[in-house]
């Protein structure tokens, strides 16, 4: 998996829009995931993974830095590269 051609996939102007940030790829799991947001005690986390129908699987995450627990979390299936853009940032508009 070529984690630069996600990232462009994703489009840079996305990206910059949901704060992504701390890029981790792993070629393993077929997967990129990148820290978002900017809430105060919140960690927030997009995983993009690529599954072997060639779709990829979104998923966000958000937890409690003071105890990791998890205060949101959603996952959206069978997204086309073409889409990867539109629904990173869907997931991601959180008030």
């Not at 937890?63 to 990173?88: C, Q, W």
Request: charged residues 25%; neutral net charge; aromatic residues 8%.
């Amino acid at each position: 998996m070529d984690f630069e051609l996600v990232q462009k996939q994703i489009g840079m102007m996305n990206l910059m829009a949901v704060g992504a940030r701390t890029f981790v790829s792993d070629s393993e799991a077929r997967s990129l995931m990148f820290q978002v947001g900017s809430k105060r005690g919140l960690l927030e986390k997009v995983i993009v993974t690529l599954e072997p129908s060639d779709l990829y699987s979104v998923r966000y995450v958000a937890m409690r830095k003071k105890d990791y627990s998890v205060t949101a979390e959603e996952t959206v299936d069978f997204v086309h590269a073409e889409a990867l853009g539109s629904t990173v940032r869907k997931l991601c508009d959180r008030a």
